[in-house]
């Protein structure tokens, strides 16, 4: 059993084969595929998504690439899919200063009004942080109100911020990027963090991990960073696939089995 928990099959790279791909992951031994949303309109195709196939489930989240179009519509019809069984997670929220497709200050507001609609919800947190560690943890802390549910999706932080933020209650999930020969950092928070805080991801379309980097992604690629990760650890295969399969189950009270 292995667990890709975040792709996002709604976007148009998969509008030629969508069904191929996911029928490929299917074949291939993915019990399980949450697909992410980023914005009002992505939340609703991966819902429909998730409704159509037995083992997708979906998110409902706005991205910080989009804060600067967030209005107080768009969280409630965010809030209003939350009601759907196949929706597990409120994401992918977060903070994004590498790219600045969003100002800064309308990032940190939609994340913190995020964070208050998912606990309203009751759904985890999935976040995405790049280039604003520092301004994350501040949020993180000063909302703090007790243990978070939730994970930082697609860690791009050393070993001392990833235990920080497993001490708040998170998870961390590794992409594709830890098979990169010069991902070192990365590598090193895969070998090192508890295995039971560690889930695994593709982030599809993006990051295809190593021996795939360069073409499309696709949920049965997380193989290969299952693969990379059990060698960092030096640890069997099919233990990284099971552990990180029960602590996505367990975080997004998913079925066991499909």
Request: aromatic share 8%; charged share 25%.
């Amino acid at each position: 059993m292995m667990i890709d928990t975040h792709a996002h099959l709604d976007m148009q790279d998969y509008d030629e084969d969508r069904k191929e791909v996911i029928e490929r992951a299917r074949q291939g031994g993915i019990s399980h595929i949450i697909s992410v949303g980023i914005d009002l309109q992505s939340s609703q195709k991966a819902l429909e998504l998730a409704n159509s196939h037995d083992f997708i489930f979906s998110t409902v989240g706005f991205h910080p690439h989009n804060a600067d179009h967030v209005d107080p519509g768009d969280l409630e019809g965010l809030a209003a899919l939350t009601g759907e069984p196949r929706v597990v997670a409120w994401g992918e929220i977060g903070l994004d200063f590498y790219r600045g497709w969003s100002q800064p200050d309308k990032q940190r507001e939609a994340f913190e009004k995020q964070i208050d609609l998912a606990r309203h919800c009751d759904l985890p947190l999935v976040i995405h942080c790049r280039e604003a560690h520092e301004d994350l943890l501040e949020i993180l802390k000063r909302k703090e109100n007790g243990p978070y549910q939730g994970v930082i999706h697609c860690f791009s932080g050393d070993y001392k911020l990833a235990m920080n933020l497993i001490a708040m209650g998170f998870y961390i999930s590794i992409p594709g990027t830890v098979t990169y020969k010069k991902a070192v950092q990365v590598q090193d928070v895969a070998a090192r963090i508890p295995l039971e805080r560690l889930l695994l991801e593709t982030d599809a379309p993006f990051l295809a991990p190593v021996p795939k980097r360069g073409k499309r992604n696709e949920p049965l690629f997380v193989v290969h960073t299952a693969k990379k990760i059990a060698e960092l650890r030096k640890i069997d295969y099919e233990e990284v696939g099971f552990q990180t399969s029960q602590n996505a189950i367990k975080l997004f009270a998913l079925p066991a089995k499909q």
